[in-house]
């Protein structure tokens, strides 16, 4: 089966000489949720703008379900790949929410029934149903952010993604991009996230991929990558593993990257045991 | 100061020797300077107007009879085309005059030397912040543009589709300047901008002797030459 | 001397709906409190009018008093309360006046506001890159400088004022794990040695727990809950409320409901550096 995304040796030197990757081999399987981790500066904003081509490489090649990005453009890769940007205010102009979010479909050809259809069910997921008619700029920050989200979502595109999404977020937004996530995967789509929230990494990705000065540093599931083993490499970074895979470590409780797994563990055990 | 005086003769003189004689000090000037390699942008950038020019003088000289050829209904004359050479000259002695202005001073030597000489701190604080924030606003224009075509908007292409594409660009560029702005209100306020006292000077610039006569003598030379036009002195060949 | 909202009521001019009702909150010097609550809570709100920015310099309708060592903040002209309050906004870039080609100039630019001899704003200048350990930053160009290096010489420039009280809205929010560390360190210390009195919002509960004694959660625009940090961040009603309990908290409350009891303080042993 052909990958969702495949990134062969990609290199990427910007016009002015400075290197944001090198040597990044990367295969993303359809239905992956991956997490991409780093600093800022770490290159995972010019990793992602590799996906639909706003950026090409300028070393190796990018496959997007098997097809080289060069020389096609963003338009084209929109219908595949839809990418949710951090700040939402560069991307909203509409004067209501419900046209803001059906302007990606519509760049992608869809009229009628089938517009709404997918701006209503972009709405819901995003929990805005009705704020449909609401103009975005009297929303809040965290509203605006799913918003622009699921402005993206209703593209309904293979693979989707999200730059940032928990940023600026209250409880009931992490929770909601949380819900979208886990949405996305159940319906076989595949989902890269940009993200600092390691605790949003480990309970809501199969994968999490750490990024430094351009390089892939470490590449596992949450349960290798935020194992005590791999401390060093994340402190080299200044990343921190989730609380519970602190706690579970210090018990002697092997790799417990959520609190599920801890507790799990604790069970196991019979006891919490000394810290 | 000796640029913004090469940039009024640029603008004042017209003819073959004027023209020439300001490129050939501009050229000088730069060179002292040691910018002429930085320049060559700014040539490029009068490349639409020159060929605008060329092409507008040589084949529509009104009145001209000494046709040089004929493409379609236009023709080209002899006395449109010198016209055109001579006009851009004139641009090409123009521009290059305000890229040495450009290159050579600072800024923040400006709003130094501006603000030493009474300009109020309102003032000075819109200039120095219209010259910063260019770039900043540059670098947000393009990540609009990205999170646009991300979302399938078509930059390529006809016309109409270009105008269509423009509200989604201007939306959010329009949006968060003024959010930003009511933010950066309160954040100046929070920061004494409207203390009624005189700003603490911090640097003074240095102005010797020599800089004194250039700069009176640029000035007497400008009045000069605009006396000489508008007399009709000054007619060279 | 503290920084004191009484029955603080506050609407913002156009609008009918009050954003803040009854508000009463104190913040003593050289104190933490912090404030909690879901995105749409008033929390900005609390920070421009705890600051004098509202309705001072945004307008709109305060009912109640604002109180900064015993004078009313709708007394004080904006440049008199710069000096006595600061206010650090989420976003470090829109603070920074955008003129000055380096940091040390732009920590210099409020001391320069007030018309201050040289000497002393050299001397400000340079006790606010030493307070944040910035001193490295000076020559830099203010626009291209890390997101938490930004904001922390945004934190330096108000600092540079002397403010007794700092307001901070979420000023972590736009930051990665290093900056956030760097700017949280950094208030700790100021709370600790300079004695200023600080109020700051925060979506990371974590960083509440570690900086704050006492803290205060909104809910549309109302006190929910206040009291100590440990005992609001413990409360069941939390993440009701729009807040993300600690982690700890989360892991004690989990572990409970599988029958197994965990002493938080054992729980807290286990974040702590290990002994060598």
Avoid at chain 2, 57 to 79: C, E, K, M, S, Y
Avoid at chain 2, 85 to 92: E, F, I, N, P
Avoid at chain 3, 74 to 96: D, H, I, W, Y
Wanted: proline share 5%; glycine share 10%; net charge neutral.
């Amino acid at each position: 089966m052909t990958d969702a995304v495949e990134f062969e040796s990609v290199g990427f030197v910007y016009p002015d000489g400075t290197r944001a990757l090198a040597e990044v081999s990367l295969r993303v399987p359809a239905g992956q949720r991956l997490a991409i981790i780093g600093q800022n500066g770490s290159g995972k904003s010019t990793l992602v703008r590799q996906l639909n081509g706003l950026l090409q490489p300028t070393e190796g090649r990018v496959l997007v379900e098997g097809r080289d990005t060069r020389g096609r453009h963003v338009a084209e890769l929109a219908a595949t790949v839809g990418l949710a940007f951090q700040n939402p205010d560069r991307q909203i102009f509409a004067g209501r929410v419900r046209r803001e979010v059906e302007f990606g479909p519509r760049n992608l050809g869809l009229r009628g029934r089938a517009l709404d259809d997918a701006a209503t069910r972009a709405l819901d997921a995003a929990g805005m149903a009705d704020q449909a008619e609401s103009n975005p700029y009297d929303l809040g920050y965290s509203r605006r952010k799913l918003l622009a989200i699921a402005s993206i979502l209703a593209m309904g595109t293979p693979i989707v993604v999200l730059d940032e999404p928990t940023t600026g977020q209250d409880a009931a937004g992490v929770e909601r991009v949380r819900r979208i996530v886990a949405d996305l995967a159940a319906a076989g789509r595949t989902v890269l996230a940009v993200s600092h929230d390691m605790r949003f990494v480990a309970d809501s990705f199969d994968r999490a991929v750490v990024l430094r000065a351009g390089r892939i540093v470490l590449d596992g599931t949450p349960d290798e990558g935020f194992a005590e083993a791999s401390w060093p490499v994340l402190a080299s970074t200044f990343l921190e593993p989730p609380v519970a895979a602190r706690v579970g470590a210090r018990m002697g409780m092997g790799s417990t990257p959520t609190v599920a797994a801890l507790v799990e563990a604790m069970k196991a055990r019979g006891s919490a045991g000394p810290i | 100061m000796i640029a913004v005086t090469e940039a009024g003769f640029a603008f004042l003189v017209r003819g073959w020797t004027g023209p020439l004689v300001v490129l050939a000090l501009v050229l000088a000037t730069a060179l002292v300077a040691g910018v002429s390699r930085r320049m060559l942008p700014f040539v490029l950038a009068t490349l639409p107007l020159v060929l605008s020019i060329m092409l507008i003088n040589t084949f529509l000289f009104p009145g001209a009879h000494d046709p040089i050829g004929t493409i379609g209904p236009f023709t080209a004359t002899w006395t449109g085309l010198l016209a055109a050479l001579q006009a851009t000259l004139r641009v090409v002695a123009f521009a290059l005059s305000v890229a040495v202005f450009a290159l050579t001073t600072d800024t923040d030597d400006l709003l130094t030397d501006l603000e030493q000489r009474g300009l109020g701190r309102r003032a000075e604080f819109v200039i120095g912040a219209a010259v910063r924030t260019v770039p900043r606003m540059i670098e947000r224009a393009g990540e609009i543009v990205d999170a646009q075509r991300a979302r399938g908007l078509d930059t390529q292409g006809g016309p109409i589709r270009r105008v269509r594409g423009v509200l989604p660009l201007a939306g959010p560029m329009i949006s968060s300047s003024l959010g930003e702005v009511e933010e950066r209100t309160m954040a100046l306020e929070a920061r004494a901008f409207t203390a009624p006292t005189r700003r603490t000077a911090i640097r003074h610039l240095p102005d010797s002797l020599g800089q004194r006569v250039v700069r009176w003598g640029s000035f007497a030379a400008v009045v000069l030459v605009v006396a000489a036009t508008f007399g009709g002195w000054l007619s060279l060949p | 001397m503290a920084l004191v909202l009484s029955g603080v009521s506050y609407r913002y001019a156009g609008t009918q709906k009050p954003v803040l009702h009854g508000i009463d909150l104190r913040v003593e010097r050289g104190e933490v409190v912090g404030v909690a609550g879901a995105s749409d809570a008033g929390k900005s709100t609390l920070c421009l009018v705890a600051a004098g920015l509202a309705p001072g310099t945004v307008g709109g309708t305060l009912a109640g008093s604002v109180e900064i060592d015993s004078e009313a903040t709708t007394s004080l002209k904006p440049f008199e309360l710069a000096q006595r309050c600061g206010m650090l906004f989420q976003n470090s870039v829109t603070q920074l006046s955008g003129t000055s080609r380096s940091v040390w100039e732009e920590i210099a630019f409020g001391p320069r506001n007030l018309g201050l001899p040289l000497a002393e704003v050299v001397e400000r200048v340079e006790a606010g890159l030493a307070a944040l350990r910035i001193e490295a930053l000076a020559s830099r160009d203010p626009l291209r400088v890390s997101g938490g290096q930004a904001q922390l010489v945004a934190l330096a420039s108000v600092l540079a004022l002397r403010p007794a009280y700092l307001v901070l809205d979420e000023p972590t929010s736009q930051l990665d794990p290093e900056g956030t560390q760097l700017v949280g360190d950094a208030l700790a210390g100021l709370a600790g040695t300079a004695g200023t009195g600080i109020l700051i919002v925060e979506h990371k509960t974590d960083l509440l727990a570690r900086l704050t004694q006492r803290m205060l959660v909104l809910d549309d625009g109302r006190v929910a809950l206040a009291g100590a940090t440990e005992a609001v961040l413990a409360d069941p009603t939390l993440r009701a409320l729009g807040v993300e309990p600690p982690s700890l908290v989360t892991i004690g409350r989990e572990a409970a409901t599988a029958g197994i009891h965990l002493d938080p303080a054992d729980l807290a042993m286990a974040l702590a550096p290990r002994r060598a």
